[in-house]
């Protein structure tokens, strides 16, 4: 059982206190934390009102239902009573009847798209609403997708296939050329291929029911220069095939990033390593008929079901030291994920992580963020700014950018953490700092104990002052920040007003 704390929640200096999309969240009562929430969806009250009866809602009925006390909310085509729910919302009441009586679609998905909101509320479920709109919301014709394409200078992508005798390709044109391994995520299972294709804020999907069987493995490779991702599929029996399959859901379509569902593949638990005393390394293992590259900067959402809900939450994968990754890049098709994850004792999802075991299973979801490697590119000076676990996004940049930014003349770590215990790869930083003359770190505590001489406090003008001096007068810059919401939040005002430009400014943000 969790050891839920008395006050009110969350604690005021507590991450749960992170905004999702810059909104912050409420103080809840005692008692209604998501686990309160979960059990109460699990003492078989009619949450509904209808006696688990369920009804097609018509606009008008819709409408009706926008008290506090009699609250409605379509999302997605499904009408939900979130009445019960009000209390528990981290978000506050206030947040849910913005969409009260009404469709709160667009609402939500600027605000958490990523929650499981089909699992969360699966008990408030009132029923379908009466029309449902012709196209499903995202999902953009032919003519469309080449109007919105070209007005941002794209040209819309294909498909094709070809065959030999022991293999199938698929050939995407992306007709981009900034593209890498880390913009296709390719799934295949039993005989539905999947292969996601990122370009720009759009995803483009090939989704195939395969006519024929191929082996579990199957290699992906990229044309850089013309944007042409090859993915060679080896054929189970040396037939020759008539088509390549029939299509599934979203095939051959170009759908707005935002509006593309997120895609869960199973993952299996490795290892899990100590790291400080609250905090451990992670290694999940990709199925083998998955092809996926989280891009530097960015973060999956890690799937796992408590009591019958699914809970999901964000992490951001990091490498597997920064030590290796500096002397041995990865191999491009990698198939392990690491993370670095804080246990909170008190937590719903952490210490149900903390207690997997070796050879479980956990879901992970494709990438998401806005960070590209391409911010770093002729940098002379990179600044991360970063407080707890928010170094896990900070990993794969430091790595990165030692390795591959040849302009580079300084980089520096500013890492904020309560005590000396809570330093996550403080030895490994260290060794890094000696190697590497333009890598410098420095730590400084909020908590420290007595014997601590080194920098106290938490993230100030003249802290951050001291430490930004860049290595030549208007040098090319970046500053990368991640830490609680209120930390990064105080730390991007503080470095406007030391005069960083917004495009020189980057923030890790929900
Ligand atoms: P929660 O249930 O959210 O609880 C967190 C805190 O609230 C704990 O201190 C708990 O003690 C307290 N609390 C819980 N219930 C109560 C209550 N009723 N009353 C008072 N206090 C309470 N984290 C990482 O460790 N590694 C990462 O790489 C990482 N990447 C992230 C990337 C992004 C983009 C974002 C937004 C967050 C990331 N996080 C990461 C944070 C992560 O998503 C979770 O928020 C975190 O793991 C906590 O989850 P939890 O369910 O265990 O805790
Ligand atoms: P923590 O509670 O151990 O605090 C670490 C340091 O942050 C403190 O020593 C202090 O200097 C600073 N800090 C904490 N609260 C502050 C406040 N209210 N105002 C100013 N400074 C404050 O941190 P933690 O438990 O490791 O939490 C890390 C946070 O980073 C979580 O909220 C997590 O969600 C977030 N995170 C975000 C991303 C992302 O990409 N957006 C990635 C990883 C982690």
């Not at 667009?106 to 969360?120: A, P, T």
């Not at 935002?258 to 390394?281: F, M, W």
Request: charged share 25%.
């Amino acid at each position: 059982m969790l050891n839920v704390p008395s006050q009110s929640f969350p604690g005021p200096s507590s991450q749960q206190r992170v905004a999702s999309g810059g909104r912050s969240k409420v103080p809840l009562k005692q008692g209604r934390s998501l686990m309160d929430w979960i059990r109460m969806t699990k003492s078989g009250k009619d949450l509904t009102g209808l006696k688990g009866r369920l009804i097609e809602v018509t606009e008008e009925e819709l409408k009706k239902h926008n008290k506090k006390d009699d609250c409605w909310i379509c999302i997605r085509g499904f009408v939900y009573n979130v009445s019960p729910y009000m209390e528990y919302h981290p978000g506050g009441e206030d947040e849910l009847m913005r969409a009260a009586g009404s469709d709160g679609t667009d609402l939500f998905d600027q605000v958490h798209r990523w929650v499981n909101y089909e699992s969360m509320l699966k008990e408030c479920l009132v029923g379908r609403m009466a029309v449902k709109p012709a196209v499903p919301k995202g999902l953009l014709s032919k003519t469309q997708v080449t109007d919105t394409l070209t007005k941002e200078g794209l040209n819309s992508p294909s498909y094709d296939w070809f065959q030999t005798d022991s293999s199938v390709t698929i050939v995407i044109y992306t007709k981009q050329k900034d593209i890498s391994l880390d913009s296709v995520i390719v799934d295949h299972q039993g005989d539905s291929f999947r292969a996601e294709t990122i370009i720009k804020d759009y995803s483009y999907l090939v989704h195939i029911a395969l006519s024929h069987e191929v082996e579990e493995d199957f290699s992906v490779r990229v044309v850089e220069n013309v944007g042409k991702i090859e993915i060679i599929l080896k054929k189970k029996e040396h037939t020759s095939w008539k088509c390549l399959g029939l299509p599934l859901e979203r095939h051959n379509l170009l759908t707005p990033k935002k509006d593309a569902g997120l895609y869960y593949r199973k993952c299996q638990l490795v290892s899990k390593e100590d790291v400080t005393h609250d905090t451990k390394l992670f290694c999940l293992m990709l199925p083998p008929c998955t092809h996926l590259q989280v891009p530097i900067g960015q973060h999956v959402y890690l799937k796992v079901t408590i009591t019958g809900t699914e809970i999901v939450k964000p992490y951001t994968p990091v490498s597997y030291s920064l030590l290796s990754e500096f002397q041995k890049p990865v191999p491009p098709n990698n198939k392990y994920i690491y993370f670095l994850i804080k246990i909170y004792p008190a937590g719903l999802l952490t210490p149900k992580l903390d207690h997997l075991q070796i050879g479980d299973f956990v879901s992970v979801s494709g990438p998401e963020g806005n960070f590209k490697k391409s911010k770093l590119q002729e940098l002379e000076d990179l600044f991360l700014v970063a407080a707890g676990t928010g170094f896990t996004p900070m990993v794969k940049i430091l790595n990165y950018a030692l390795s591959n930014v040849l302009s580079l003349r300084k980089l520096k770590l500013m890492f904020f953490n309560k005590t000396e215990d809570d330093i996550i790869w403080r030895s490994q930083l260290e060794k890094l700092a000696c190697k590497d003359k333009r890598f410098d770190v420095e730590y400084i505590l909020s908590a420290p104990t007595s014997e601590w001489n080194g920098k106290q406090g938490q993230i100030s003008p003249a802290l951050l002052s001291e430490f930004l001096k860049r290595s030549v007068e208007n040098s090319r810059v970046l500053l990368c920040i991640c830490g609680p919401t209120p930390f990064t939040e105080q730390g991007i005002e503080l470095l406007h007003d030391l005069c960083f430009s917004k495009e020189e400014i980057y923030s890790f943000t929900a």
